[in-house]
């Protein structure tokens, strides 16, 4: 009934939640360049079994700044250049092969999870931890859970639905959903946007945050349409990119302290991965695979 209701209630605004709440709470993040702490450790909060995700509690997170909110770059932190070595075109279907030949790994594990409304769940393994997304589907899975890489013992437990909306989302089925992370010391790096075209969010998708899990605090939000696909961190910089069909597609290079992009390569097709390995990044993209040099 309740779901009813919020369907009845978008749709009698000409299927526009523009006027919906979420995401429109006052923002505010720490001014500083010292949160980052390298050799921190998540505490345990105990055993963990996944058939208890159905019941278990989870920390909303903290309001989002849509417009994007990036700190002042420290200019002597050194940050990662990308040279373009090699473009070829791909069959689209032949991801593994790509992976194969390249002698790649990829951090994502998609799991079929029958269990009511978390019928799937997205692993990205990182820093020795495993951070898993639950919901109906990938577009819904805004619960997210780490643990160990044995999932055995629970360290934090996220709800991302205070993200679902953009304040300028005008098309229903335009939600923000969690898509990539990486863990560094205490903080976690979430790429997070619709899947789908960003004037339908009012150009308010394709993010990497930075969370402080310490301090339960976002640090920074990059601008918007930075990233809608896989990301890596080398170094100073975290690589990766956005693009959609008939938008313009781009590799990018953030620096992870401050959020703020350093560098934009133009693709020609929207990135799906980036895997960095020996100096190289190598870029899988719809119909093209890049490998750029990792100065």
Not at 107 to 122: C, D, K, L, S, V
Not at 206 to 232: K, L, R
Not at 247 to 270: C, F, H, I, N, T
């Amino acid at each position: 009934m309740k779901k009813l209701l919020i369907f009845l209630l978008v749709f009698s605004v000409g299927c526009s939640v523009s006027n919906v709440a979420w995401g429109q709470t006052k923002v505010t993040y720490p001014q500083r360049d010292g949160v980052f702490k390298a050799d921190y450790k998540l505490p345990p909060m105990g055993a963990f079994n996944r058939a208890e995700v159905q019941t278990m509690s989870f920390a909303p997170m903290p309001a989002l700044d849509f417009k994007g909110h990036t700190l002042k770059r420290n200019t002597s932190r050194k940050q990662v250049r990308l040279t373009l070595l090699s473009c070829r075109q791909n069959q689209i279907t032949d991801e593994e092969e790509w992976l194969a030949r390249n002698g790649l790994t990829l951090r994502e594990t998609r799991h079929e999870f029958p269990m009511g409304e978390y019928a799937q769940r997205y692993s990205y393994a990182t820093g020795g931890y495993l951070v898993t997304t639950y919901g109906e589907n990938w577009g819904n899975a805004r619960k997210v859970v780490i643990t160990d890489e044995d999932e055995t013992t629970l360290y934090a437990a996220y709800d991302f639905e205070p993200w679902k909306f953009s304040p300028k989302t005008t098309l229903m089925g335009n939600t923000q959903m969690v898509h990539d992370f990486v863990i560094e010391g205490n903080i976690l790096y979430i790429a997070h946007g619709t899947n789908g075209y960003s004037d339908g969010a009012g150009y308010q998708t394709g993010y990497i945050t930075a969370f402080d899990m310490e301090n339960h605090e976002i640090v920074w939000t990059t601008q918007p349409m930075t990233c809608n696909s896989g990301f890596a961190i080398v170094g100073n910089s975290i690589i990766c990119g956005y693009g959609m069909t008939s938008e313009p597609d781009y590799v990018y290079v953030v620096d992870k302290y401050s959020g703020q992009r350093v560098q934009k390569l133009p693709v020609k097709k929207a990135v799906d991965y980036v895997v960095p390995k020996d100096g190289k990044a190598y870029v899988r993209t719809y119909s093209y695979d890049y490998v750029f040099k990792i100065n």
